[in-house]
């Protein structure tokens, strides 16, 4: 299932510990939930996680152009050496950033 750790949030409504609380697998045919330990909601059914299909697809292409932004913005060491050097185009150089890797809105 596509998403499968995006849907469990949307699900949940929280992010859940994926190591100990919602375990996730794939034995070659797919992700699937090999152990649903969360005490506050029941584990979901197929029908009800593919209800997030097109809202865990925009989580996914924002979580993908934040790691790209963040990449591509440097340390914070070197984004405050930046802006000490050359501070005006440090603004244009974030906005290039932002506007080459822009978020999905809700």
């Known amino acids: ?57 925009k989580l996914e292409n924002n979580s993908n152009a934040d790691a790209k932004r963040r990449t591509s913005y440097g340390s914070w060491n070197e984004q405050l050496d930046e802006i000490y050097h050359n501070i005006d185009n440090w603004k244009a150089r974030i906005k290039k950033i932002k506007d080459d890797n822009p978020k999905e809105s809700s």
């Open 1 to 57: 299932m596509i998403n499968l750790d995006k849907k469990i949030i949307l699900y949940l409504g929280r992010t859940p510990d994926f190591l100990t609380e919602i375990i996730l697998w794939n034995d070659g045919s797919g992700n699937y939930i090999k152990e649903w330990n969360a005490k506050d909601k029941a584990k979901p059914t197929d029908e009800q996680l593919n209800a997030f299909e097109s809202e865990a697809t």
